[in-house]
């Protein structure tokens, strides 16, 4: 089945320092990525969608300055937490939805990584 | 606008118990998806069902069971014969179908414990 493979699992980091995350399609083409944020006991909120070749697209309240996102394959979408601090800390999640190319139709279903959490001290 | 409503926030039950969970959503499509997650203490969303619009039929697997109300706006989940392991976070979404680009809404979840 498809498989997104997400980078680090778990990362901590200094204060002011940047912090990348990987999500990786391991055996399907993911035209977009979704990046969710979920603090503890909370739901996944959705913080960008991001399109191979094309800038991402933010929901509101997410700074784009802060939160670098780079799609730049149909493999491999990144999500960079620049200059962070202690309130970014929280568990985020990647996801696609496999893309035929053949049909261009969209499989039904989504696929998430593994989630990455992230402790800035 | 798409919303997805789990009104328990918490629910905790003594093995063995039966226990249900509910979800209802607002969407002005008339074609869409609903799905179930799991998401233990790791972390990790474990997917348990889909559901299209056009298809009411309930589903069972093994201890699990969905029940699909269009006529309520709901897609309530129960879990028969609860046990330890079955403890987590449930999360309802909604999806739009057929596109690549519209992202899965979630539901605050539910938190289930089971006690031994």
């Known amino acids: 089945g498809a498989v997104v493979s997400q980078h680090p699992s778990r990362v901590i980091c200094k204060s002011g320092t940047s912090v990348k995350i990987e999500c990786r399609s391991l055996d399907f083409q993911a035209t977009t990525m979704f990046w969710y944020r979920q603090f503890p006991k909370q739901s996944l909120m959705l913080m960008a969608t991001?399109?191979?070749?094309?800038?991402?697209?933010?929901e509101q309240g997410v700074e784009k300055d802060k939160f670098l996102i780079n799609h730049a394959s149909l493999t491999l979408s990144t999500l960079t937490v620049t200059s962070a601090h202690p309130e970014d800390s929280s568990f985020y999640i990647c996801s696609a939805r496999p893309y035929s190319p053949l049909t261009g139709v969209a499989n039904y279903g989504y696929t998430f990584g593994s989630g990455t959490r992230l402790t800035v001290v | 606008a798409q919303k997805v409503t789990q009104a328990q926030t918490e629910i905790s039950v003594v093995e063995k118990e039966d226990v249900t969970l509910d979800c209802v959503y607002e969407?002005?499509?008339?074609?869409?998806?609903l799905f179930w997650y799991k998401q233990p203490p790791s972390g990790e969303l474990v997917f348990l069902i889909r559901?299209?619009?056009?298809?009411?039929q309930n589903e069972i697997s093994g201890r699990y069971s969905w029940n699909f109300q269009k006529s309520t706006s709901s897609f309530n989940f129960t879990i028969t014969a609860s046990q330890v392991v079955d403890s987590a976070v449930y999360f309802c979404a909604l999806s739009e179908p057929y596109s690549g680009n519209t992202p899965l809404v979630f539901g605050k979840g539910t938190r289930l414990s089971v006690i031994a």
């Open positions: 559901r299209n619009s056009f298809d009411e």
């Open positions: 969407t002005r499509d008339t074609t869409y998806y």
């Open positions: 991001s399109n191979e070749g094309s800038k991402a697209t933010y």
